[in-house]
């Protein structure tokens, strides 16, 4: 158990419908970042927050968004939801800023399917 | 731009038979780090080992050890004795300034 929670585990929706994904970093971490992992792109980088600031920016949809709350979890929003936004996705967390200063740590992942 | 490379898509070996993932990285950056995680059919990922790019001490630990050459940007993983509980997706990351780069990963199946 690597301490990061992700809620839900499995989200099924529809094409052009909104979700929520929401990720709680390890106890004493200050940087949440989110990855997608899809069979056609593997795992890819999406965002990251710092203290409740985007730090770094990946691959991210313009349809997607995150943010970092004060207590620190972070949720990431995914808007007019295509069938090929379905995917693993991941958040980590580590406690510093620069991320490969720090090791991050993975929580179990949300798979979302997209119908 | 960086990007990461681990050309084996799949291994099979037979139990307590020694396995080396491949992986290859490309990197304008002179301090960088490298990472290996492992996903086993559960589907978390899970930390193996990290290393910076001033360090090219290769180290063991337990059964698993690395092999860092920066002379050819090579940062590969030996799982020794390998075990069925080893079964799983590997992958080889990069990071230099925040974004990690993760390469395709290594299916390695392990068989009694």
């Known amino acids: 158990d690597s301490g990061v929670t992700q809620t839900p585990k499995h989200l099924i929706t529809a094409t052009g419908q909104r979700v929520t994904l929401r990720c709680s970093p390890r106890?004493?971490?200050?940087?949440v970042y989110w990855y997608q992992q899809s069979l056609d792109q593997g795992l890819q980088f999406l965002i990251q927050?710092?203290?409740?600031?985007?730090?770094a920016k990946g691959n991210i949809l313009e349809r997607f968004s995150a943010q970092q709350f004060p207590d620190l979890h972070s949720e990431l929003n995914l808007s007019s939801l295509e069938l090929g936004d379905s995917a693993l996705y991941f958040c980590?967390?580590?406690?510093?800023?620069?991320?490969?200063?720090?090791?991050?740590?993975f929580g179990p992942g949300t798979r979302l399917t997209v119908l | 731009a960086q990007k990461v490379t681990q050309a084996q898509t799949e291994i099979s070996v037979v139990e307590k038979e020694d396995v080396t993932l491949d992986c290859v990285y490309e990197?304008?950056?002179?301090?960088?780090?490298l990472f290996w995680y492992k996903q086993p059919p559960s589907g978390e990922l899970v930390f193996l080992i990290r290393?910076?790019?001033?360090?090219?001490q290769n180290e063991i630990s337990g059964r698993y050890s690395w092999n860092f050459q920066k002379s050819t940007s090579s940062f590969n993983f030996t799982i020794t004795a390998s075990q069925v509980v080893d079964s799983a997706v590997y992958f080889c990351?990069?990071?230099?300034?925040?974004?990690?780069?993760f390469g395709a990963g290594t299916q390695v199946v392990v068989t009694p």
């Open positions: 980590a967390s580590s406690p510093g800023e620069l991320a490969g200063a720090d090791t991050q740590y």
């Open positions: 106890s004493g971490d200050l940087s």
């Open positions: 927050y710092y203290n409740g600031e985007e730090r």
């Open positions: 990197t304008r950056d002179t301090t960088y780090y």
């Open positions: 290393r910076n790019s001033f360090d090219e």
């Open positions: 990351a990069h990071d230099s300034w925040g974004k990690l780069q």
